[in-house]
Nanobody, 125 residues
């Protein structure tokens, strides 16, 4: 059974950066697609970024808002995934979650299972 633990959240100023980490345990992480989502106060959880497994060449996918500012990456040897967030905006304030699922080469934005605790990101002016 998989377990994912997010870390790295905190306070950042507008225009600043944060790097989130996601530690996986359990089943073979390297076969999974990994995604980041976020949930802002009063809003539904939304897709931020995803990265495919090595069989699908580690392709990355981003929401329109994340494109150009965020970078998703992974280190399968460590069972880790990361979300580098640059040029942060107040609207990036949210709880950020990582998740994973068997990679079938499509639908990277949907159909993830049980969610963890997430990590809080707060961006202030």
């Amino acid at each position: 059974q998989k377990q994912l633990t997010e870390s790295g959240g905190g306070l950042a100023q507008v225009g600043g950066s944060l790097r989130l980490s996601c530690k996986a345990s359990g089943r073979a992480f390297r076969f999974d697609a990994v995604a980041w989502f976020r949930e802002a106060p009063g809003k539904e959880r939304e897709f931020v970024a995803a990265i495919s497994n090595e069989n699908y060449r580690g392709r990355t996918y981003y929401s329109d808002d994340a494109q150009g500012r965020f970078t998703v990456s992974r280190d399968d040897s460590k069972k880790m995934a990361y979300l580098q967030m640059n040029n942060l905006k107040p609207e990036d304030t949210a709880i950020y979650y990582c998740n994973s699922k068997p990679d079938v080469g499509r639908n990277y934005e949907i159909n993830y299972g049980t969610w963890g605790q997430g990590t809080q990101v707060t961006v202030t002016a």
